[in-house]
C-alpha cells in the first residue's frame, strides 16, 4: 500500500513550513517533502545550525528569524522528508517521490507547491564560465559553508538582493571589486507613485539605506548605468567587460562575478499540472491564476510563497497560513464563517506586506538585454544553444517555444527550462512582434527532475493491482 | 595561472572530515554541499559538457541549474549543491557525456 496523507506539501521553505503547521493545527495529516539536506528554504538556508553562529550574526536579524520557524515547524508534528524530489503529481493524487536513489509514490487529498523562487535567468556572454554565479548562489555559499569569494569579486546586476549580499559580504570581511549597478535610471522617478506606500513602510525602505551606506562607506565602487557585461577567459572567468549608457566599454581584470536580476516564482510544477497561468508584467513572469485560498485552477493544488509571485519570506509565510485554512475549509475542519473569521486578519497582514512590492518592481526592472541578448551568448546552458541558433529556427517558420525546443533541443536538457524558457519565449516574441504573454512558454513534462531507470526500476507498482 | 575562486572564513573550534575529488584528498565541514567544496581547489571546472565539452563549475547553488553535475560515490550526472559531504566521499568530476557505466 502506498502512504496516505491528508496534504503532502512541497518545499520546506518559510511557506512550506508555515502551511504544515497550520494544517497539524487542524489536525490534518501532512507529509513535507523538500531537495535540502534541511528546512529553511533558499532564505533561510541552514537557519537551525547557523542562527546562534557568528555567520548568523553578519546575516542578521531577518535571516536568524527563520530558527524560531523551524523549530516550530519540527515540532509541528507534520512528517518532514529532507533531500527528497518530486518529479511527477498525477491526478487523483499521487506524488512520485525519489531520495537516495529510492522512488516512491504517495497520496494525498491536496497537494501545496510550495517551491519558492528562483533567480531570473539573465544570460550574458560567458555566463557559463568557471567563476561566474548567481548573486543567490554567492550568498548561499556564505550561509551554508561561510564561504567567500578569494579575491575582490565583482557584482553585476539589481535588486534588493546583491545590496544585502554585499553587506553582508562586507560584514565577513570579504572585498568587493566594484558593483555594475544594471538598474536603469530614474528609478525613483518610476517608483514615485508608490511614495505613498513606502512611508507606510519606512522600516522596510530604512533597512535597504542601511545595507546601501555599509557599502557607500566601505568604499566600494558603484558603476552606475550598467547597459551590458560580458565574461570572457579561457576555462575560466578572467576578463570582465562592462558598457555604460553612451557606449563606453571598460575591462578588468576579474575572478569570480556574481550576477543578478530579481527572481521569479518556480512554475514547473504547476505547468506541468495543467494549471492556469498568467503573465506578470511588472515582474516580467509567469504566476499561477490562484482563489482566494491560494488553490489553482487545478481543485486541489494549491500554491503558498514566492511560487505564487514574488512577496518575500514574510509574505510566504503569511500566504502558507491561508493556504492551510483553505484547505481545513475544503476538508470540512473549519466551517466557513470560521475559516472567514480565521482569514480577514490574515489577508490584511498579507496586503500590508504586499503593498511595498509594486515599488521594488518599479525600482529594480530587469537589465532590458536580457530578453535581447546578443547572438553570441548561449541562451540553453545544458544544450549550450545560442541565441543566434534561436533565431536561425525562429526564421525557419513561425515556430512557439515548443517548436523551438523540438528544433533545437533547447530546453530539453536536465534543467528542463528552467534557465532558457523566458529568454526563449522573449526571442519568439521579438522576432514576430509580439507580447512574450501572448508566445507562451514550454509544455513542461515528467520526469520534473531527472531520474535514472534503476530509480524508476525501484517503484513499487505492484499496489497499482491492490 | 589558475587561483582559488572561493575560501572559507576561518571559525576555530570546527570539526573537518575528508572527502575526495579525483582521488585527491580535501577537507570540509560537516553540513556543507558538496558544490561548495568544488569550488574551492585551484582547477576551477567541476565538469565539462557533454555537448561541447566546454568547463563549468557550480553556478546557481539551489537546483536549478544542473551545472554542479558530478560523480558521486559512484553516482553520475548527481546535483552536487543538494548532496550535503560525508567522511570518506569519493567525487570523481564529470567530463563530458556521462557513461552508462557510471
Known amino acids: 500500500m502506498s502512504r496516505r496523507f491528508d496534504v503532502v506539501v512541497i518545499g520546506a521553505g518559510p511557506a512550506g513550513m508555515r502551511t504544515a503547521i497550520g494544517l497539524r493545527a487542524l489536525n490534518m495529516t501532512v507529509l513535507v517533502v523538500d531537495e535540502q539536506a534541511a528546512p529553511g528554504g533558499q532564505i533561510w538556508r541552514a537557519v537551525e545550525t547557523v542562527a546562534a553562529t557568528p555567520t548568523g550574526q553578519l546575516l542578521g536579524a531577518e535571516y536568524r528569524a527563520g530558527a524560531d520557524l523551524a523549530a516550530q515547524f519540527r515540532a509541528c508534528g507534520a512528517a518532514y522528508e529532507a533531500q527528497t524530489q518530486v518529479w511527477q503529481i498525477e491526478p487523483g493524487w499521487r506524488v512520485f517521490l525519489k531520495c537516495n536513489g529510492q522512488a516512491e509514490a504517495v497520496q494525498a487529498a491536496h497537494v501545496v507547491l510550495a517551491t519558492g523562487a528562483q533567480e531570473r535567468p539573465a544570460p550574458f556572454p560567458g555566463w557559463t564560465l568557471p567563476g561566474v554565479l548567481t548573486v543567490g548562489a554567492g550568498q548561499i555559499l556564505l550561509k551554508t559553508s561561510r564561504q567567500i569569494p578569494a579575491e575582490p569579486v565583482w557584482i553585476a546586476g539589481s535588486g534588493p538582493l546583491p545590496i544585502l549580499y554585499m553587506a553582508q559580504l562586507l560584514r565577513a570581511g570579504g572585498k568587493i571589486a566594484g558593483w555594475l549597478d544594471t538598474s536603469p535610471s530614474g528609478g525613483w522617478r518610476r517608483a514615485l507613485p508608490w511614495a505613498g506606500a513606502a512611508l507606510a513602510d519606512w522600516a522596510e525602505i530604512g533597512k535597504g539605506l542601511t545595507w546601501l551606506r555599509e557599502i557607500r562607506h566601505a568604499g566600494v565602487r558603484r558603476v552606475r548605468g550598467v547597459t551590458a557585461f560580458r565574461a570572457l577567459g579561457d576555462g575560466q572567468l578572467q576578463t570582465l567587460e562592462y558598457e555604460q549608457a553612451g557606449g563606453h566599454v571598460t575591462r578588468v581584470a576579474a575572478s569570480v562575478l556574481l550576477a543578478h536580476e530579481g527572481v521569479v516564482p518556480s512554475v514547473h510544477m504547476g505547468l506541468a499540472l495543467n494549471c492556469t497561468h498568467s503573465w506578470n508584467t511588472q515582474q516580467s513572469c509567469l504566476a499561477p491564476d490562484l482563489d482566494i485560498w491560494g488553490q489553482t485552477s487545478q481543485p486541489g493544488i494549491y500554491v503558498a510563497g514566492d511560487g505564487a509571485g514574488i512577496g518575500g519570506a514574510k509574505a510566504a509565510c503569511v500566504r502558507g497560513e491561508l493556504v492551510a485554512l483553505g484547505i481545513g475549509l475544503h476538508m470540512g475542519r473549519l466551517s466557513s464563517q470560521d475559516a472567514a473569521a480565521r482569514a480577514a486578519p490574515v489577508r490584511k497582514t498579507l496586503q500590508r506586506l504586499l503593498r511595498l512590492r509594486p515599488m521594488l518592481d518599479a525600482l529594480y526592472p530587469p537589465r532590458a538585454d536580457i530578453a535581447t541578448p546578443s547572438d553570441d551568448t548561449i541562451v540553453c546552458r545544458c544544450e549550450e544553444l545560442t541565441a543566434g541558433d534561436v533565431r536561425k529556427a525562429v526564421a525557419i517558420a513561425a515556430p512557439g517555444p515548443n517548436q523551438i525546443k523540438a528544433f533545437t533541443r533547447a530546453g530539453m536538457g536536465p534543467c528542463q527550462g528552467r534557465q532558457c524558457g523566458y529568454t526563449i519565449a522573449h526571442i519568439v516574441a521579438a522576432a514576430q512582434e509580439r507580447q512574450v504573454a501572448e508566445v507562451g512558454f514550454y509544455r513542461i513534462r515528467p520526469p520534473l527532475k531527472p531520474l535514472t531507470l534503476g530509480e524508476l526500476a525501484s517503484l513499487d507498482i505492484n499496489e497499482e493491482s491492490t | ?102
Open chain 2, 1 to 102: 595561472m589558475h587561483v582559488s575562486m572561493f575560501k572559507k572564513l576561518p571559525e576555530p573550534g570546527t570539526s573537518l572530515l575528508t572527502l575526495y575529488i579525483d582521488d585527491e584528498p580535501v577537507e570540509a565541514e560537516p553540513g556543507e554541499t558538496v558544490a561548495a567544496v568544488l569550488l574551492r581547489p585551484q582547477r576551477p571546472a567541476s565538469r565539462s559538457t557533454p555537448v561541447n565539452q566546454s568547463p563549468r563549475a557550480p553556478f546557481c547553488m539551489m537546483g536549478v541549474c544542473f551545472d554542479c553535475l558530478a560523480v558521486v560515490d559512484g553516482a553520475a550526472s548527481t546535483q552536487t549543491c543538494l548532496v550535503t559531504v560525508r567522511e570518506g566521499m569519493r567525487i570523481v568530476r564529470q567530463l563530458g557525456r556521462r557513461s552508462v557505466h557510471a
